[in-house]
């Protein structure tokens, strides 16, 4: 789904500004988590449980992100392979909460999905945009920008969701999208390992060739 063979001219140096876009993009996802985290319980939606989980996961990795900024690309690329794992687990613990919700029939409802699903769209849009200009870098910059796509991405899922509930009463809509979202988290997440071991393996190669002596 998403390309792991993209790298930018100069790995070893972040790009202009990406320490302020992540600041920024930190600050969103915090809120919108405590925001999404509410609305679900409140709403018992699984796909807006999901999101909101997403966006606290997200918030843990732009911080690790901004940790290892400065750091060389063996260290980055160790970030991003933590990012990548998480994001798979993620996906997988979405799609056990879909299938106890359908064991359980509890239906959401979808007038909170749809506002809080809207609302969660503008702030990804702003932050997406923010930082497409770095999904092109490294494995740590390209796993920022696809937490980000993956979210607006999601948003849209969950306001199309609850047009589904609302249009047929059940939890059917909400348990596919929740679906839907844990098998893109989790083909995001292996995508990133890929092109964080890359990373890595590059990183080490470097550091060897530059540690062994020249041979004449």
Known sequence: MACSSCSAPNPNTPA????????IALWVNLAM??????????????SLMADAIDFFGDSANYVLSLTVLSMGMLWRGRAALVKGITMAVFGI???????????????????????????????????????????EGDSDMRSVW??????????????GAALGVFGTGTAWPDLAVATIMGGLAITAGISVVRHARKDIEGAKQGSVSSASPEVR
């Open 93 to 135: 613990v979405v799609l056990a909460r879909a299938i106890w919700v359908l064991q359980s029939g509890i239906t959401p409802e979808p007038l909170t999905m749809g506002v809080v699903g809207l609302m969660a769209l503008v702030a990804n849009v702003i932050v997406a945009l923010i930082l497409f200009r770095y999904r």
């Open 33 to 46: 988590f405590l925001v999404e985290g509410i609305a679900s319980l409140q709403s018992g939606s699984v």
């Open 16 to 23: 202009p500004g990406f320490r302020k876009a992540l600041w």
């Open 146 to 159: 696809l937490c980000s796509r993956n979210d607006a991405i999601g948003n849209v899922a969950v306001m």
